[in-house]
């Protein structure tokens, strides 16, 4: 089986620890007008073509892309971020035909789904041909490729002509970008441009489906939920159980998608039992901030309190941006309403569960709170 170089490895642990050192004078290109469109693809294939990392949109959240097939380029973006050898990136591309290509392997229930989700925010896990890098798979004999559906990163990988590694746009663990800004504050001077195309429209990672062997295992949930995924296969088998060996999908950190506050999910029966269990953080009430779409408190000060949509659709697209803005805003918690428990939801609770399971151990929240 493949295997990371480990002197690699040891480089890149210590990087993750410091965070990255690289700097550069960051462009932010707009896309807003045909001509704007045009530069920015122009100027980001020229970068990506001679092995730089950019930022690019996607509809699920930025992401920051090199050449998948340079292995010098997908290091640089685990440098960029601080991500640990072990986190696997997923290939981006433009078309069936190099889809096909980054993989050895294409089964017809593939064909099936690619056909039903593609392009959008559904990540195809196969096995890897032997010109995708090591380091995109870490150190596994698998590749996760996915075709988004956004139209600058599609032009942008046209232009170039070979696949993009893509993870999220920002520093390993931490709260991934839906908007340029977003990037920019996360990453600053590290990377030499930033395309600015508008709020992603998914706002939430991709589903990553793992097709490697003969039935499908969800790695990821993300929006496209697992029936809906069994049905478009044509009745496929979903497998449940776990594998052993290196890690086939990003997002399985038990640490992730992490805003700088602490970040605790809870039920509240009314206005005076969620203060009530707001008291038990042991922190201000001015510092809390509510994210909530059903019970709404209305006792709060109005810049602490978030409605949110109560569809999982339109909630995940705003999820993140708002994480965002209560970190900007100061706060020291961010209590989150916690969300139904059915498989639309299934992709938001899991990013919520990684986001809060951190607060949860170092704050010694009760448990059931980030259940």
Request: glycine letters at 6%; hydrophobic letters at 40%.
């Amino acid at each position: 089986m493949p295997h990371v170089d480990s002197r690699w490895r040891e480089r890149t642990t210590r990087r993750y620890i410091r965070r990255g050192s690289m700097k550069h004078k960051t462009e932010i290109l707009p896309t807003d007008t045909p001509e704007r469109f045009e530069a920015a693809v122009t100027r980001a294939a020229e970068l990506l073509r001679a092995g730089e990392v950019v930022a690019l949109p996607t509809e699920t959240v930025y992401g920051l892309a090199a050449n998948a097939c340079d292995r010098d380029a997908v290091r640089r973006i685990f440098e960029i971020k601080g991500r640990p050898a072990g986190n696997p990136v997923i290939v981006h591309v433009a078309s069936l035909e190099m889809a096909r290509d980054c993989v050895s392997a294409w089964p017809a229930v593939a064909d099936r789904l690619a056909a039903a989700f593609w392009p959008g925010p559904l990540t195809l896990v196969l096995p890897r041909a032997a010109h995708i890098p090591d380091a995109v798979a870490a150190g596994g004999s698998t590749v996760g490729v996915r075709w988004p559906n956004h139209p600058l990163i599609q032009a942008v990988i046209q232009a170039c002509g070979f696949p993009l590694a893509a993870p999220s746009a920002n520093l390993s663990t931490g709260l991934s970008p839906t908007r340029a800004e977003h990037v920019r504050r996360s990453l600053g001077n590290r990377v030499p441009l930033i395309i600015d195309g508008g709020p992603a429209q998914v706002g939430i990672e991709s589903t990553v489906v793992d097709l490697s062997e003969s039935s499908l295992r969800v790695l990821r949930p993300g929006m496209i939920h697992a029936e809906s995924l069994v049905a478009a296969a044509g009745g496929a088998r979903l497998r449940t159980h776990s594998v052993t060996g290196p890690r086939r999908s990003p997002g399985l950190l038990r640490r992730h998608y992490s805003p700088k506050a602490r970040l605790v999910v809870l039920s509240w029966t009314d206005e005076a039992d969620l203060k009530s269990q707001i008291s038990n953080l042991k922190s201000e009430l001015r510092r809390c901030h509510v994210v909530a779409h059903t019970r709404i408190p209305l006792g709060l000060a109005a810049a602490q309190v978030s409605v949110m949509p109560h569809d999982p659709t339109a909630f995940a697209r705003a999820l993140y941006a708002e994480l965002h803005r209560c970190d900007e805003g100061g706060a020291e918690w961010i209590v989150v309403e916690a969300v139904p428990d059915s498989p639309a939801w299934e992709g938001i609770r899991d990013r919520l569960q990684r986001a809060a399971h951190w607060c949860c151990v170092r704050a010694e929240v009760p448990p059931r709170w980030c259940e």
